[in-house]
């Protein structure tokens, strides 16, 4: 018996950039990306100061983030419906 070991270098996992210059993966579950999404915003935010602001950059950020996310799966969504894996996939 053999032991194959399951690489995965060939795939590229997709992030996003935070305008602090962080890079947060995307994940595939959208329960888990609105939380990894939130744990960064949290992060972020307690950097700030006046604390006053908090809430406004809070969202902005966070829309800017959640925005990110959209535009890659709208992306890729083309890109497969351009090649025609799209159709192919869903016979």
Not at 61 to 70: H, K
Request: proline letters at 2%; charged letters at 35%; aromatic letters at 2%.
């Amino acid at each position: 018996m053999t032991n194959k070991k399951l690489t995965y270098s060939h795939r590229k996992i997709d992030t996003i950039l935070c305008e602090c210059g962080a890079e947060i993966k995307v994940i595939p579950d959208v329960r888990s990306m609105g939380e990894a999404i939130e744990i960064h915003v949290a992060m972020h935010i307690e950097k700030m100061k006046p604390v006053a602001e908090e809430d406004a950059e809070a969202d902005r950020l966070r829309d800017d983030l959640i925005a990110q996310c959209f535009n890659l799966i709208l992306s890729k969504t083309r890109n497969l419906e351009n090649d025609g894996s799209l159709e192919e996939s869903s016979k």
